[in-house]
């Protein structure tokens, strides 16, 4: 468990660990590397875990059952392959005079690496109790624009950065969504 003792919202780290002897795959090599381990630990997930974490994405943390945020990368993951499902089903059907250049992986991949950077960043100016991998799941997992502004607010402890850093989030996220949908979900718009 991390997120501090001045936090209201509860990050919860992934402490599962498997029946089969992965581990024997994963320490092969015999090199000991923590970053590996670390990203390793974090894409473990037991999969009946998985619908409950992303029902729990849609609800805002208020209430004692809600306020925990899942720390593995699985979820975000799969959001975003769905989401780049959609967009490129979306891009394919667009007429071929209004497509956009660039393609909806590229964009993603954009937004995926350099939104969880710039939260960080302002995060950390506002002196918020958050590290990046708590960052990077909460904005993997955070498909709702509120959930992911009442988590910053319970973390963040001066009120004029609360506002910042949360309608920053809040309004790229939404506009970044916004921008998704007319460059490559509508039909026409150019």
């Known amino acids: 468990m991390a997120g501090g003792k001045n936090c209201s919202v509860i990050f919860i780290g992934n402490d ?3 029946t089969r002897s ?11 590397w923590p970053i590996f381990s670390s990203i390793k630990h974090n894409f473990m997930v037991p999969p009946g875990d998985l619908p409950r974490r992303m ?8 209430g004692e059952r809600y306020r925990h945020v899942h720390v593995d990368f699985v979820g975000p993951s799969i959001a975003l392959l769905l989401m780049a499902g959609m967009l490129h089903y979306g891009h394919a059907s667009k007429l071929p005079s209004s ?3 660039r393609s909806p992986t590229e964009v993603l991949l954009l937004y995926t690496v350099f939104m969880p950077i ?20 909460l904005l993997g997992y955070g498909l709702s624009a509120l959930r992911v ?15 910042l850093v949360c309608s920053f989030t809040a309004t790229v996220q939404l506009l970044s969504l916004v921008f998704l949908h007319f460059a490559y979900m509508h039909r026409t718009f150019v």
């Open 22 to 32: 992965i581990e024997n795959v994963w320490n092969g090599n015999k090199t000991n």
């Open 99 to 101: 497509a956009a250049n």
């Open 16 to 18: 599962y660990t498997p």
């Open 149 to 163: 502004a009442l988590v910053l607010l319970a973390s963040i402890p001066v009120p004029a950065a609360r506002l």
């Open 118 to 137: 710039a939260v960080y960043i302002l995060g950390r100016l506002a002196k918020a109790v958050v590290t990046f991998t708590e960052m990077f799941a």
């Open 55 to 62: 029902f729990f994405l849609f609800i805002p943390p208020i």
